[in-house]
């Protein structure tokens, strides 16, 4: 099954000049679903991990169900004011600006293995925030998973230093 046939392309979307990735399109599709998230999770199989993190918010759609395959719980990392209890936080660079994410102080055990999920490696903010997230709480991270890297805008590069997967490539 060809998954990258599956994702509808959105010309203009969020704004003129880009061509977003719908995944909705390959979620609907139970093959297809079925078969990113074994993809997903097939190079962290016997590894050591403890826990998935999922990056807000389709992060948490691939994540959980990877974290169902490996057996082991997952943690969201979300935007800021969307966690209930105590959190720790990360900003990062956007093209024009700032964001940040958070994650529970507890979430994360010192020494835990920690493979990161998203849906999207574009330019590898999000997912280098995260990973600081993760090592910040004294866990380790194992790998970081994505769906989709969209490759020419070097997103990699932000986060060179871990183990990458990623499942279709632009």
């Known amino acids: 099954m060809d998954l990258a046939a599956t994702i509808r392309d959105v010309p203009d979307f969020p704004k003129e000049g880009i061509i977003f990735k719908d995944i909705t399109t390959l979620l609907k599709d139970g093959a297809a679903l079925r078969k990113s998230v074994d993809e997903l999770t097939a190079p962290y199989v016997g590894q050591k991990i403890d826990l998935v993190v ?8 691939f994540g ?8 082991v719980g997952f943690i969201p990392v979300r935007k800021p004011g ?9 900003t990062y660079e956007l ?4 964001a940040s994410l958070e994650i529970h102080a507890d979430a994360i055990k010192p020494g835990d293995h920690i493979l990161i999920v998203d849906d999207l490696l574009a330019t590898g903010g999000t997912a280098s925030a995260t990973a600081r997230l993760v090592e910040k709480l004294g866990g380790k991270v194992a790998g970081i998973a994505f769906l989709i ?14 183990p990458i997967t990623s499942i279709i490539n632009y």
């Open 149 to 162: 890297e969209l490759t020419f805008l070097n997103g990699r590069d932000k986060i060179k230093n871990y």
């Open 64 to 71: 959980t169900a990877v974290a169902y395959q490996l057996g």
């Open 54 to 61: 999922g990056c807000e918010s389709r992060g948490f759609i």
């Open 82 to 90: 969307k966690l209930p209890a105590e959190t720790i936080s990360e």
């Open 95 to 98: 093209e024009y600006g700032t």
